[in-house]
Nanobody, 117 residues
Framework: QVQLVESGGGLVQPGGSLRLSCAASGFTFSRYAMSWYRQASGKERELVADITSGGGRTGYADSVKGRFTISRDDAKNTVALQMNSLKPEDTAVYYC??????????WGKGTLVTVSS
């Protein structure tokens, strides 16, 4: 049974930091590219950051470049998103996604991040 379980969300003040984690099970994690998406209230889901299988390449949305860092640990089947210098506009539900060409993709249920004073 495939599972992606996000954790680490919560309430943080502007300028603060949070570290999201996604624990994967039920599939060959190391062969999947991993991504973090987010969806703010009333908006479409958007790609925040991604990392290739093997971790050789990462990509970021312009809005988070220099503030967020994605990483993966294939030994622990986890992917993390370190979020620094958080802004109110980063408030959203953050989702973990796993994708492998010809195999399809999987989604977690999300974790809420609220940036507010």
């Amino acid at each position: 049974q495939v599972q992606l379980v996000e954790s680490g969300g919560g309430l943080v003040q502007p300028g603060g930091s949070l570290r999201l984690s996604c624990a994967a099970s039920g599939f060959t994690f190391s062969r999947y590219a991993m991504s973090w998406y987010r969806q703010a209230s009333g908006k479409e889901r958007e790609l925040v950051a991604d990392i290739t299988s093997g971790g050789g390449r990462t990509g970021y949305a312009d809005s988070v470049k220099g503030r967020f860092t994605i990483s993966r640990d294939d030994a622990k089947n986890t992917v993390a998103l370190q979020m620094n210098s958080l802004k109110p506009e980063d408030t959203a539900v953050y989702y973990c996604n796993a994708v492998r060409r010809a195999y399809g993709d999987y989604w977690g249920k999300g974790t809420l991040v609220t940036v507010s004073s």
